[in-house]
């Protein structure tokens, strides 16, 4: 069987990390980047945006390594037109819009798109519905992190007299607990979770004003339990700039007259590092569910496992079942 | 739509508790239990096993809640020639197998056989295989406990002098977090578990023969950590009568440069109730996939998530993706 012709299409953190997972799969091989600017930092050929039209007979999947707020909007429906794709749109409120444009999209012209792939969406939707049909009498609960929250920092490094900074996203341990035993009535997003600030300040900056800014911040903190941390140039730089993350799906329930615990747990060093390895899987289901000859948009739900995995089915049976 | 219309065979601990997972459920209808027993302790119609080829008009799939050892290689395979099936058989080097027989069988008859439902295998295949294509990079251990172990608890009680015994099948701590952090190598089944045991000796047996049987006990005990406790009667009846399980898949390995950790954990207080859960809502799929025109056997691997649910596709999406 020769190996699955793939492309990227966005080359910030997420479009570099499928580029590396892509060098590491046996069976995926790297045909090209496609880009606005003439070069990239890469040794992979990079394609002009301009001749997306050229490559439809060289390419059996384009992972869409762009933003979920205005690039995916605009441009993901005609990529579907033009190759099999896999995304990790993330707007969770907007996915049954974005499946029915990519659906409508990849029918028309006669590819697979498959969307929300990731983590969450992605792996954490495939266990919130597992859990939730295996055990009908549930309560459930998804907690993120400890990870970086990229809208968070950005809102901090808006205040006056902040220099660096990142937001960490930490869920509560009680919280936690209560979910795991059943006793999580009452909680939310905001009580499920603190907020932990790390800030370098400018030089001479009112650090009382800067919390002061964070704590009164609507939306983003108020209501939050939130920790804020002022630290050096060094401290931050040398501990700071990861992108961690990770998270919980926890299902507490009933089955029969008898209580059980399904819990999902994701630690993840560089959160597009692991968001890309989901990604790059589900391009083998979006590949070969064209080659049996389907057409249309499908997600992480609509997909069957071993569809995702390089070995053959066969394989897989005896190895892992 | 109307309901599904299931019916079992065999009621044991299992069947019980699918037919009790199965009042539970919104879209599926019992309609029997096929026995050999005139009579059995249930509200719902017993139908003799005698009269299997009469209901194959008004029975949309059958729950076998047969023993692996040896109900199912002798019945299974014709049971699948009558019926849509589900079953849990978990003989895992004998899987293969058991799929080429029910494949077989199902398809010559135009039938659908999901296989080797439950939680291992079921729900840990799931894992093992979604981690290891997430991240293709790893190290993969599976825990198990902790739980009850029915074979051994056998074994404990064939030995003289024992009057009662049960055997839980504990996770090593130290394994567990060696696991974690992908410094598992030499993790075996062996060192990775404890076995710890809870007996209720004959008046007047001699304890010290009782344990050293134990220790020496050859493929049961020999090689691994056990741990031998006497106790009453009395408070073997209060504390040692149910059939918890339960266990860990964990996966950490390398994506691009960095390090990540899938774990899945499973806490259940009764070992067939959590089966029969996940065996109700494979039933489902068995249903789905056969009014959709598909025969033949179907493992867990095979079976889009979104199958075993009994929301539409829409409404998962909307809420759980």
Aim: with cysteine.
């Amino acid at each position: 069987m020769s190996n699955i012709r793939a492309a990227i299409i966005g080359y910030g953190n997420l479009g570099k990390s499928v580029e590396q997972v892509i060098a590491s799969q046996p069976d995926i091989d790297l045909v090209g980047v496609f880009s606005r600017r003439e070069s990239l930092d890469t040794s992979a050929p990079v394609i002009p945006i301009a001749d997306i039209e050229k490559h439809t007979d060289n390419i059996d999947v384009l992972y869409l390594c762009l933003g979920s707020a205005t690039d995916m909007p605009e441009q993901a429906a005609n990529l579907a037109k033009l190759y099999n794709t896999v995304d990790t749109y993330d707007n969770h409120n907007e996915i049954p819009r974005h499946r029915a444009e990519m659906d409508a999209a990849a029918k028309e012209s006669g590819h697979v798109a498959v969307i929300s792939t990731g983590w969450d969406p992605g792996m954490f939707s495939l266990n919130r519905v597992y859990a939730d049909a295996v055990m009908t009498d549930n309560d459930q609960h998804t907690f993120w992190g400890p990870g970086l929250s990229q809208g968070h920092s950005d809102a901090l490094r808006r205040i006056d007299g902040v220099k660096k900074a990142v937001q960490y996203t930490i869920p509560a341990e009680d919280a936690l607990d209560k979910a795991r035993t059943r006793q999580g009535e009452g909680i939310t997003g905001k009580n499920a979770h603190l907020r932990q600030c790390w800030i370098v300040a400018e030089d001479g900056a009112d650090l009382e004003a800067i919390e002061n800014s964070i704590r009164t911040m609507p939306d983003y903190f108020v209501g939050y339990e939130v920790e804020v941390n002022f630290i050096t140039d060094e401290v931050f730089d040398a501990e700071h700039t990861g992108m961690p993350h990770g998270g919980h799906v926890v299902t507490a329930g009933k089955i029969g007259d008898t209580q059980h615990l399904i819990e999902y747990t994701l630690k993840l060093e560089r959160n597009p590092d692991f968001t890309a390895g989901a990604m790059v899987a589900y391009g083998r289901a979006a590949h070969r569910l064209a080659q049996a000859g389907e057409t249309g948009a499908r997600t992480v739900l609509e997909i069957a496992p071993y569809l995702i995995h390089p070995a053959s089915l066969d394989d897989l049976v005896a190895k892992s079942v």
